[in-house]
Nanobody
């Protein structure tokens, strides 16, 4: 099974930056796509950004121009660079991946999440 581990969250002032990482481990042949979601307690989980194996990206309108998603295929790791952070970006951030194993089986998985708090 694939395991996803997020890191890089924390407390940052408005206007600041953070870089989140999502590292995948397991018998992975390829990561087909990875999405970053965020969730505030009591609200629905929101898609933030995604990246495919070919490097195509998409972003929520609320983060376009401020967040950048990228991937390091050699490390099976995806990053979310978050700049010009706003208080409304405060949330738990989760990565979600669709992977193909070395057995060629395919599966999806969620990470455990990392908290981002934007506050002065």
């Amino acid at each position: 099974q694939v395991q996803l581990v997020e890191s890089g969250g924390g407390l940052v002032q408005p206007g600041g930056s953070l870089r989140l990482s999502c590292a995948a481990s397991g018998s992975i042949f390829s990561i087909n796509y990875i999405y970053w979601y965020r969730q505030v307690p009591g609200k629905q989980r929101e898609l933030v950004a995604g990246i495919t194996s070919a490097g195509s990206t998409n972003y929520a309108d609320s983060v376009k121009g401020r967040f950048t998603i990228s991937r390091d295929n050699a490390k099976n790791t995806v990053y979310l660079q978050m700049d010009s952070l706003k208080p409304e970006d405060t949330a738990g951030y989760f990565c979600y991946a669709d992977v193909t194993y070395t057995s060629r089986a395919r599966n999806t998985a969620w990470g455990q999440g990392t908290q981002v708090t934007v506050s002065s």
